[in-house]
């Protein structure tokens, strides 16, 4: 167990809705990264956050949005949902300068419909 | 194109089988690591890698960084059902911000 923590387990949505989903970090991790897995694919890199500011963002449109508040824990907001926006999403807690060791929560899984 | 190419897709074996799976690429890398995902959960980190020909060994489980740092693989000895998973590589491709990035998995299957 990594200690990542990760709400809700499930999520049922309807497409043009919007989603909110939560990230508690591992105690003494100060990253958050959060990343996109499609059935039958590895994760996809979506954004990072260090510090309360995003630090870097993978291929997404700007509708994946998020936060990291103080106690390092973070929010996963996706506006206007699509289909295609049915996917596992992990949110993975690190250390910076920790050799890009990641812990992994347990998902959430998205099913839009 | 993918930045890692894992083989073979999906392996389907019986218990104390040896297996050999493999994670390349055509880029240098200076780390490159190892999970391994069960259904429902998050990956889990087994191993990192760091120099060209190092080998590591987690109990069953042998790890290898190709001398070239442009490749890997993972030996499994005696394969248990426990083994069953999706085993993934992921190398940093971010710099300094640290972004992973994944190959699509081998879907192991260890069967009783």
């Known amino acids: 167990e990594t200690g990542v923590t990760q709400s809700p387990t499930h999520l049922i949505k309807t497409r043009g809705q919007q989603v909110t989903l939560r990230c508690s970090s591992q105690?003494?991790?100060?990253?958050v990264s959060w990343y996109q897995q499609a059935l039958g694919q590895g994760p996809q890199f979506i954004f990072q956050?260090?510090?309360?500011?995003?630090?870097g963002r993978g291929n997404f449109p700007p509708r994946f949005s998020g936060l990291q508040f103080p106690n390092y824990s973070s929010e996963l907001n996706v506006n206007a949902l699509e289909l295609d926006d049915s996917a596992l999403y992990l949110c993975?807690?690190?250390?910076?300068?920790?050799?890009?060791?990641?812990?992994f929560g347990p998902g959430t899984r998205l099913t839009v419909t | 194109t993918q930045l890692l190419e894992q083989s073979p897709q999906f392996l389907s074996i019986q218990e104390g089988e040896n297996l050999t799976v493999y994670c390349n690429s055509s880029s240098v890398f200076s780390s490159l690591q190892w999970y391994r995902q069960e259904p429902g959960e998050g990956p889990v980190l087994l191993v990192t890698v760091v120099t060209g020909g190092e080998v590591k060994k987690l109990k069953r489980l042998t790890f290898q960084f190709g001398d070239a740092r442009k490749d890997s693989s993972l030996h499994i000895t005696a394969a248990q059902p426990g083994d069953t998973g999706l085993y993934l590589c992921?190398?940093?491709?971010?710099?300094?911000?640290?972004?992973?990035?994944f190959g699509k998995g081998t879907l192991l299957t260890v069967n009783p």
């Open positions: 105690s003494g991790h100060n990253t």
């Open positions: 993975a807690s690190s250390r910076q300068g920790s050799r890009n060791e990641q812990y």
């Open positions: 956050y260090y510090r309360e500011e995003e630090n």
């Open positions: 992921a190398v940093n491709s971010g710099g300094s911000n640290y972004k992973l990035t």
